[in-house]
């Protein structure tokens, strides 16, 4: 009551960024959902992303958790508070917890670490060595309620809300009895006591929420899901494979509420060709993996084409190659969603920015598959699908779903499956429809489906294929220019990374900077008078993206002639950008172009 009473006195604070990061049973993870639900509740826009060690059972999690007044675009920068329960587990995360000159750091006083001696390579505002797991002891009879403690450390500190984090971990543990309930009561108030005996030197609270719609609480993974029910979608097979496998538990949890079926196959490519089989038998069908699994299911996806069969493929991009980083983000499978295929293949790549786009893309995904009769992949990544957002409501009334070309009962004797048309779509019947048969092989084949090795006939199924996918290169509204469309500075950014060159303009619009940023849901094919319209006249640009090799820059300039001043700025996964670090390297990149074309310029002539 007394920090309540005091609260005019503290500095309000609009946006805070916390990170955690313990053992795997320290219930790090857990601590940061009960916070963002609680601020949930209250109002607040918040996201919160967990991180954890690649091995199967144990080792290090952390999660970061931004809350704000404001919506929030991105997983935030350096943080405002690290709780760090063990410092060998808090060094594994390296760049993804950064603590700096400004950070409040909290950590487990047995570690006998001094606060002016602490293993960081900055000194933070503040530190304090809390006896987390002698107060989760004292509460609780053991150290499982060092989360409780931590939540009410948080809640003293900073002012969060105490009444919806008490709310939500009596819900939490009420099937677990009374007993466990007081029992973290207590502990959430030994970490409030605790805060309080010992105020930070600058006192802060999170400054109160304004009430605005409903929202909800979501990852990407549950979004995608929920969005391809919407769609339509009859059929998931698939293989459970990190960071995607939270897709097909939700279907398996929903789908049959709506007459579908899930089939957990026995590896990869029996999941994609369960889809594909359930495509071809007329239904709506998916699959999800990530990179290595891609790499399996890679044959199916030419079967897919050639059979011009419906199917959405959801790669949800960890590191690689190989197994790499099963756990970690990033945006390198570009090259194999475009390129792993044999023949002369042309297959739509789209992909979600953040969490609640992931339901547009996802149902244009299938909108797209089902149009124009084609495998299409969903390049979401790890951060996006597994991190939680508070999100507005899907208004679902202002979709579209699209069927299938069916065909007519004319179209049926005799029915040409693969009959030249002027789109290039010709209809397509399913097993069971009277007159509908045919064959939907993977070799090349006639208009009837026959088998040919006919040169002139395989020249011409080539140009239908391609020609069906024509519009989509028209499609200009699958790409979002922010900022003032005619700045002379430029980003380009897909994914994840999207979110934080968005928070980049704005930093750069509150300096006077002249900055926009293209943002591609539709990664290929490449739309070449998008990007061009974008690039006439500006005198910098970065294409921001977290792949060593930068891919999307690489496959830019295969298809579009991208100006001299346009560089990239890439990096490998588990090293996120911040957005002020995109702004200060976009005008730096700006300052050295105008410099090296006149040596007389000062630096400041040009931002």
């Known amino acids: 009551m007394a920090s309540r009473l005091l609260a005019r006195e503290w500095l309000m604070v609009r946006d805070l960024v916390i990170g955690m990061a313990g053992s795997g049973g320290d219930g790090i993870v857990s601590a940061g959902e009960s916070l963002i639900a609680a601020c949930a509740i209250e ?17 290090e999690s952390s999660c970061r958790v931004r809350l704000a007044t404001a919506p929030v675009l991105n997983p935030g920068g350096a943080l405002d508070v ?43 505002a503040e530190a304090f060595a809390v006896p987390f797991g002698d107060m989760a002891r004292k509460a609780t009879g053991n150290e499982k309620g060092k989360n409780s403690v931590v ?44 805060a309080e005996a010992h105020p930070l030197a600058t006192p802060r609270a999170m400054a109160l929420p304004t009430r605005g719609r409903p929202k909800m609480l979501v990852d990407g993974n549950d979004l995608c899901a929920a969005a391809a029910i919407f769609a339509g979608c009859d059929f998931f097979g698939g293989y459970p494979i990190t960071p995607s496998t ?73 590191g690689g190659p190989s197994t790499g980083m099963p756990t970690k983000s990033e945006q390198s499978d570009l090259f194999q969603a475009i390129f792993s295929a044999h023949g002369d293949v042309v297959r739509p790549v789209l992909a979600p920015t953040c969490v609640s786009d992931t339901f547009d893309v996802t149902v244009e995904a299938f909108n797209v598959a089902e149009r124009y009769q084609t495998p299409v992949i969903v390049l979401s990544d790890q951060e996006i699908a597994q991190r939680k957002e508070v999100i507005d409501c899907i208004d679902t009334a202002r979709f579209t779903l699209v069927e299938r070309l069916r065909p007519t009962a004319a179209e049926l004797a005799p029915y040409e499956r693969f009959r030249s048309t002027p789109d290039g779509i010709s209809p397509i019947a399913h097993p069971g429809m009277e007159g509908g048969s045919y064959l939907g092989a993977g070799i090349e084949h ?19 294929r391609h020609r069906k996918l024509a519009p989509l290169l028209e499609r200009d509204d699958l790409f979002t220019v922010y ?125």
């Open 43 to 59: 109002g607040y826009h918040a996201m919160m992303t967990k991180s954890f060690g690649s091995q199967i059972r144990g080792g």
């Open 82 to 124: 690290a709780v760090i329960l063990n410092w060998e587990d808090f060094a594994r995360f390296g760049a993804e917890l950064p603590v700096d000159r400004h950070t409040v750091v909290l950590y487990e006083e047995k570690t006998g670490v001094r606060p002016d001696a602490l293993p960081l390579t900055v000194t933070p």
């Open 151 to 194: 939540l009410g450390l948080l809640s003293g500190w900073f002012g969060i809300p105490r009444d919806a984090i008490l709310a939500g971990l009596r819900k939490k543990f009420a099937s677990k009895g009374e007993a466990l309930v007081a029992a973290n009561d207590a502990a959430f108030g030994l970490g409030v006591a605790f």
């Open 246 to 318: 939270e897709i097909m538990q939700f279907f398996t949890r929903e789908v049959w509420k709506y007459g579908g079926v899930v089939l957990q196959a026995e590896d990869e490519i029996a999941g994609i060709g369960a889809a594909l089989g359930a495509s071809f038998g007329g239904k709506k069908a998916m699959t999800a993996t990530s990179g290595p699994g891609m790499s399996l299911k890679t044959e199916m996806f030419g079967l897919a084409t050639i059979a011009e069969l419906p199917l959405v493929i959801v790669n949800v991009q960890r």
């Open 446 to 464: 006639t208009a009837h489906g026959d088998p040919t090795a006919n040169g002139r006939v395989h020249q011409a199924m080539n140009e239908k």
């Open 483 to 607: 900022g003032d469309p005619r700045a002379p500075l430029a980003l380009v950014a897909w994914g994840s990374v999207a979110g934080v060159c968005r928070e980049a303009v704005a930093l750069a619009e509150a300096r006077g900077l002249g900055v926009k940023l293209l943002v591609p849901h539709l990664l290929f094919p490449v739309n070449e008078a998008v990007y061009e319209r974008f690039f006439a006249g500006i005198h910098a640009g970065l294409v921001v993206e977290q792949s060593y090799l930068g891919q999307l820059y690489r496959v830019l300039r295969m298809a579009v002639d991208v100006p001299v001043v346009v560089a990239p700025f890439c990096r490998s996964g588990a090293n996120p950008f911040a957005a002020v670090e995109v702004l200060e390297r976009l005008v730096a990149h700006a300052r050295a172009l105008a410099n090296a074309h006149d040596p007389t310029e000062a630096d400041g002539a040009r931002p």
